[in-house]
Every structure is written in structure tokens, then in C-alpha cells.
Nanobody, 123 residues
Framework: VQLQASGGGTVQAGGSLRLSCAAS????????MGWFCQAPGKEREFVAA????????YYADSAKGRFTISRDNAKNTVYLQMNSLKAEDTAVYYC?????????????????WGQGTLVTVSS
């Protein structure tokens, strides 16, 4: 599966961005999907994930109440709506696809990764 993330950019604190990740392979509905981020000098960490059937979502504590993950299986695309952005959200954001039965929040549970899109939040 090839994943292409887009939608990153520079935004002021308090602003919003919507990230998209398009997958090359069908059926897209066979994969749980996740978003991770990596800030400069830090390890890649979990942000949000969504189940194959679009019924369940999971968020890191830092994302709860501000970010929303969603997917459109007909368009082979997963989204991350980010609101109330903070300077500490500045990072490269990666989408990932998992063949695991259950939705995971660790890197090793994801089989395919996109190239990343940079989000910069200015304070």
C-alpha cells in the first residue's frame, strides 16, 4: 500500500488544519488507519487511529477534544481535522495503515507508512 499525506502547512496558534492521506490499494477497508507525529529531536508518537469499518476511533490524550480522525473508504482516504492548534503540535505528521485485527497505537502495529507532511504552528 502506498500512502500519500497532504494538507500540512503553517498556521497560527488556535487555528485549524485538515490533513488527508490517500491510499493506493483497494480494498482500503481492509486496513485500520492511524496518524502519528514526530517533532524535531523526538520519537514518533501516536496521535489518532480509526478502525477498518469506521466504527471506532482512538486518540492520544494530547489530541482528545481537538483532533478528529475520519475516513472515506469509497475515496481510499483518511483525514485528520486539527483544531485549536498549539505550538507544541508542530511536527511532521505521518499516516499509516495496519493489517492487524485490532486498532493499535504503537508503531510496530502498522505495516505501511506515508512520507509525512509538516505542520508548523506559530505562537
Amino acid at each position: 500500500v502506498q500512502l500519500q499525506a497532504s494538507g500540512g502547512g503553517t498556521v497560527q496558534a488556535g487555528g485549524s488544519l485538515r490533513l488527508s492521506c490517500a491510499a493506493s490499494r483497494r480494498p482500503f477497508g481492509n486496513y485500520n488507519m492511524g496518524w502519528f507525529c514526530q517533532a524535531p529531536g523526538k520519537e514518533r508518537e501516536f496521535v489518532a487511529a480509526i478502525s477498518k469499518d469506521n466504527r471506532s476511533t482512538y486518540y492520544a490524550d494530547s489530541a482528545k477534544g481537538r483532533f478528529t480522525i475520519s475516513r472515506d473508504n469509497a475515496k481510499n482516504t483518511v483525514y485528520l481535522q486539527m483544531n485549536s492548534l498549539k505550538a507544541e503540535d508542530t511536527a511532521v505528521y505521518y499516516c499509516a495503515a495496519s493489517r492487524y485485527y485490532s486498532v493499535g497505537s504503537t508503531l510496530r502495529e502498522y505495516d505501511y507508512w506515508g512520507q509525512g507532511t509538516l505542520v508548523t504552528v506559530s505562537s
